[in-house]
């Protein structure tokens, strides 16, 4: 009997375990929320426009820049949406190619970024990465707004990291509020 | 009273038995088709990692109990979204460079493979010589994908 009752008890475990999960990449993966709309219509006015992407990404940095990981996940969210709201009929087959190399690794991290609060190594991890694909964006499609690409030597055992602001001071998301000011200006993007 | 309800929906749900993650079909997209391989690497692979990661699973067999089914599925599922051997020639060369990276953090960091999963599976928790002849391995895979993304370009 008292082998049923574990077994019983353990099985509600698993289905409760199951049916929550399921239900979280749902939610994640629903591409037709309003704000979802609301993106596409305002990058509609400049073609391809990355306005909304690098917004979220802005956001996500400045939340790396305080260790907020729960900020952090949210902004990963944003982008994912906004990934969703991207239009993509005004690039050239070529361009096009280049962007879908570039988004299918990017909307990864940012996924990641959104289901790892309490994680924020994990999160800075795909950060680094997502940060190199949206330098790659901007190269590819430009932005409407001043970015700098900053250079942080320490991170990921003195490999160094990039990652692009919106503001010309220094404020490391990688290191945070251990070491707000390390890192250096190595290029404008317009 | 509530017992014998639950033992019933037990039993019921032994009925309901889920597909399997097995495929025989050759893998052209497998991982080894894309970057060397040597055998010692792949059976270390096979026996830690291709479980959830690949489209073969070895079904041990109380996975034919359910619930447990179902729990092995939704691991499996995860585990071959976020990486599938067998599927790695698909991805973009910019993704097979961070799946590799991804490979050598979890390993170093000890996230995988999953505690869960080693628990039962007591041959795949990796030794120490095994662990470097993965991180040396991914580190030339690294350095071969990146010479051919840069030949393709100049």
């Known amino acids: ?56 990404y802005i956001k996500l ?7 907020n990981d729960k900020e952090a996940a949210s902004a990963g969210k944003e982008m994912v949406t906004a990934f969703a709201g991207f239009d993509k009929k005004s690039l050239t087959a070529e361009q096009d190619k280049a962007y879908t190399d570039i988004y299918e690794d990017a909307k990864e991290h940012a996924e990641h970024i959104g289901d790892n609060v309490g994680n924020i190594t994990h999160q800075r991890e795909h950060f680094d990465m997502l940060s190199k694909d949206m330098y790659d964006l901007v190269k590819l499609l430009g932005t409407n707004q001043s970015l700098y690409v900053d250079h942080c ?9 990039i990652w692009l602001s919106e503001v010309k001071d220094i404020k490391n998301p990688y290191l945070g509020a251990a070491m707000p000011t390390c890192g250096t200006v190595k290029e404008e993007l317009n | 009273m509530i017992f014998p309800g639950l033992f019933a929906i037990l039993v019921i749900i032994q009925f309901i038995q889920p597909d399997h993650n097995k495929s025989g079909q050759v893998m052209p997209n497998d991982i080894s088709e ?9 059976g270390i692979l096979k026996k830690a990692c291709y479980d959830c990661h690949s489209n073969n699973t070895d079904y041990p067999w109380y996975t034919y109990v359910q619930p447990v089914h179902w729990f092995m599925n939704y691991h499996i599922k995860s585990g071959k ?22 490979i050598e953090s979890s390993l170093k960091e000890g996230t995988m493979p999953l505690y869960s999963y080693t628990l039962i599976h007591r041959n795949a928790i990796l030794s120490k010589a095994e662990k470097s002849l993965i991180l040396e391995w991914v580190q030339s895979s690294k350095d071969s994908l990146n010479k051919n993304t840069q030949s393709r370009v100049h």
């Not at chain 1, 940095?61 to 260790?67: L, M, Q, R, S, V």
């Not at chain 1, 320490?154 to 990291?161: C, D």
């Not at chain 2, 060369?93 to 991804?102: A, F, I, V």
């Open chain 1, 153 to 161: 030597p320490m991170y990921n055992n003195n490999k160094g990291a």
């Open chain 2, 34 to 42: 894309t970057v060397l391989m040597p055998n010692e690497v792949k």
């Open chain 2, 81 to 102: 979204d976020e990486l599938n051997f067998n599927e790695f020639g698909t991805y973009t060369p910019r993704r097979q460079q961070n799946k590799l990276r991804s």
């Open chain 1, 1 to 56: 009997m008292k082998t049923l009752i574990y077994s019983s008890a353990l099985s509600l475990l698993f289905l409760a375990a199951c049916s929550g999960s399921s239900n979280k990449t749902q939610s994640n993966a629903d591409p037709n929320s309003a704000s979802t709309k609301a993106m596409a219509s305002e990058s509609s006015e400049k073609g391809a426009s990355t306005a909304a992407i690098l917004n979220s």
């Open chain 1, 61 to 67: 940095k400045n939340a790396f820049t305080t260790d």
